[in-house]
């Protein structure tokens, strides 16, 4: 969407002389590289930035010693960004590791979402349901029964 955006305000189809955005790390998480390129792309359009929660105003810097001082100021958001959300992927990862290992442990449910064949309440026993447990063990019959015949006829 920002791509997009971007290469519409390049080739003059979209005529805004400001982007708000909340923060920086709205644009990019992705380090302080590719924020900095990002910014300098949206600014050589002739956009400003507006950012509500720094309420800094963004602008192309007119000189070189502007420019250093630009690139530094969004680098360190962008890297703090990058940095937090690097960190948050690993909290995450970690809890939802442990959620794993403790529903292989006790064969309780991660999640109530299951396939329609099973019933599960978040936390509780994952259960098949008779009725359609019975389609699924048809199907999973049938399935090594096709395997089996097409390895015969392949010899």
Known sequence: MLKALLDN????????????IEGLDRLTR????????????????????????????FKFPKDATAGFMLAMEVGIEFFQAAYENEK????????????????????????????HWLEAVNGGPIVALPDR??????????????????ASLQS
Do not use: F
């Not at 305000?9 to 708000?20: C, D, E, T």
């Not at 924020?35 to 720094?54: A, P």
């Not at 447990?133 to 097409?150: E, F, N």
């Open 30 to 57: 992705e380090g302080m590289t590719t924020g900095i390129n990002l910014m300098m792309d949206i600014l050589r359009t002739g956009i400003e930035v507006h950012s509500t929660v720094s309420g800094r105003i």
């Open 9 to 20: 305000l390049k080739a003059g189809k979209i005529r805004a002389r400001v982007l708000l």
């Open 88 to 115: 948050r992927s690993e909290r995450v990862g970690a809890k939802w590791a442990a959620k794993r290992a403790d529903a292989v442990a006790t064969g309780k449910a991660m999640t109530a979402k299951v396939p």
């Open 133 to 150: 447990g019975a389609i699924v063990q048809k199907s999973s019959i049938l399935r090594s029964w096709v395997t089996v015949q097409s």
